[in-house]
């Protein structure tokens, strides 16, 4: 059986690769820092029962070196892996007055924990395996008032490049996937703050909607697939055209 591993698994994006992955007989490993949240999921969808679960905080490198232990000792490898786990921006705001430790925060989550994440992926891959990291429209586009998560994404998409061609010589083909706004629980608590939230950002982007989950995953599920067989180190832009606009 091959073995999925699915950073971030307990809702939004994360959650839908992992129930996508489970349908195609997958044997999947999954992790987020909120197990209550993970147990309810569970109830709502009782097929995440065979997943394994594991309460893993990815900032903080024991916790993320015992998951990998824990795959290693377990399963002994990975088939795939999608690199998806990411917290609330913590330095939004004008630059100079961000405070640094926030700053420092927001390079941590969003782009060193996705590099650990890889390097020890890829630890445990042979020819034939297949990553994808979940950047943002952010990493291909100036976003003010969030430069340092535009930074950290932007980041992720140099590393995505440049490791994909290191381990292509492996036959491991590493790619990202964009993706724009899409409408998550993130969003749904933004918008018990602002009722409005969704017409209005729906405004901005040139198909005038938000992403599905759903399309995302299907992007990474292309990716991942045999389909895209000879696509490497490529971002696949998932944004209504927002990247355009």
């Known amino acids: 059986m091959k073995i999925a ?35 309810d999921v569970t109830k709502k969808y009782p097929e995440l029962k065979a997943v394994d679960y594991q309460p893993v905080d990815i900032s903080d490198e024991q916790q993320l070196e015992s998951l990998f232990t824990h795959i290693t000792e377990r ?8 690199n ?19 700053l420092k925060e927001t ?16 630890k445990l891959m042979e020819a034939g395996a297949s990553i994808v990291n979940v950047s943002s429209v952010n990493g291909i586009r100036p976003t003010p008032n969030a430069s340092m998560y535009s930074a950290a994404k932007h ?4 590393l995505t490049k440049s490791v994909a061609l290191e381990s292509i ?20 608590e ?3 703050e602002n009722a409005n939230i969704r017409s209005d950002v729906s405004d ?7 992403g599905e989950i759903d399309e995302i995953v299907n992007a990474i599920e292309f990716l991942l697939s045999d389909k895209a067989s000879y696509i490497v180190g490529h971002t696949l832009v998932v944004d209504g055209g927002l990247s355009l606009a």
């Open 204 to 210: 901005v982007v040139p198909i005038k909607r938000f």
């Open 107 to 122: 390079l941590h989550v969003d782009f060193l924990c996705q590099a650990l994440c890889l390097r020890s992926e890829l």
């Open 84 to 102: 998806n786990a990411s917290p609330a921006l913590a330095s939004r705001g004008y630059f100079p007055e961000v405070e640094v430790p926030l």
């Open 75 to 82: 399963y002994g490898k990975l088939d795939i892996a999608i």
């Open 5 to 39: 591993l699915v950073t971030g698994g307990s809702k939004g994006i994360g959650l839908q690769v992992v129930l996508r992955l489970v349908t195609q007989g997958y044997n999947v490993i999954t992790c987020s820092r909120a197990k209550d949240t993970w147990m």
């Open 155 to 158: 980041a992720l998409e140099g």
């Open 190 to 192: 933004k918008q018990l």
């Open 169 to 188: 010589q492996s036959g491991i083909r590493i790619n990202a996937v964009a993706s724009g706004v899409t409408w998550t629980p993130r969003w749904e």
